[in-house]
């Protein structure tokens, strides 16, 4: 993500994040706070291959956001579990790559319906 700088045409990075493809055509989600100040994005894949994508919309409650990356093949997506089966106390993990740092995973329960 970046934003052009006076003395330089160049894009300069401003912020990293971490985020999953839920389609085969290329649209990811990440956080809003990664990209509500971005005006250039640009999608880093797992094999290093980088991608310009465009915004398609936020949602700052609930601090998510989606992306667009056109071209670069069809894309290994995530599927949704069944949101009426999960339960209270049931095990969820999150997996990341936050600051650009390597892969994390984090795990939780379910505390709230």
Known sequence: ?????????????????????????????????????????????????????????????????VLKVDGGGKFTYVDFADDSKVRVGDWVVAVGNPFGLGGTVTAGIVSAR
């Open 1 to 65: 993500f970046g934003h052009r700088d006076r003395n330089n045409d160049q894009p300069r990075p401003v912020a990293q994040g971490s985020g999953f493809f839920i389609s085969e055509d290329g649209y990811l989600v990440t956080n809003n706070h990664v990209v509500e100040e971005g005006t250039a994005f640009t999608v880093v894949t797992n094999d290093g291959k980088e991608l310009d994508a465009k915004l398609v919309g936020t949602d700052p409650r609930t601090d998510l956001a």
